[in-house]
């Protein structure tokens, strides 16, 4: 059974930090994985994910502002969003696919798991 636990997020005024964390267990394998976010109301939006290589693929609206990074001897990948802004206010979610080898997608139609999700609130 493939999970995704996620942890870190929750509440940090503008301009904070914050990491989010996704562990993953029930594959042989590290898989393609991205972050992915939605507010009330929108369509879920992929905001970075990673390459089989390690390069990094980010949305124009978290740009410069979030790295993705992942640990395959943990089997967690992680978010860490800096100068966070009101507008960064959403759930975020992990999700993974199952495969390896990873395009750098960050539809949601192309993930198959997903973590539980974890809010992230951003105040002025």
């Known amino acids: 059974q493939v999970r995704l636990v996620q942890s870190g997020g929750g509440s940090v005024q503008a301009g904070g930090s914050l990491t989010l964390s996704c562990a993953a267990s029930g594959l042989p394998y590290f898989p393609c994985m991205a972050w992915f976010r939605q507010t009330p109301g929108k369509e879920r939006e992929g905001i970075a994910t990673?390459?089989?290589?390690?390069?990094?693929r980010y949305a124009d609206s978290v740009q410069g502002r979030v790295t993705i990074s992942k640990d395959a001897a943990k089997s967690t990948l992680y978010l860490q969003m800096n100068s966070l802004e009101p507008e960064d206010t959403a759930m975020y979610y992990c999700a993974a696919r199952r495969t390896s080898i990873c395009m750098m997608t960050i539809l949601t139609s192309d993930y198959d798991y997903w973590g539980q999700g974890t809010q992230v609130t951003v105040s002025s």
């Open positions: 990673l390459s089989t290589k390690g390069t990094a």
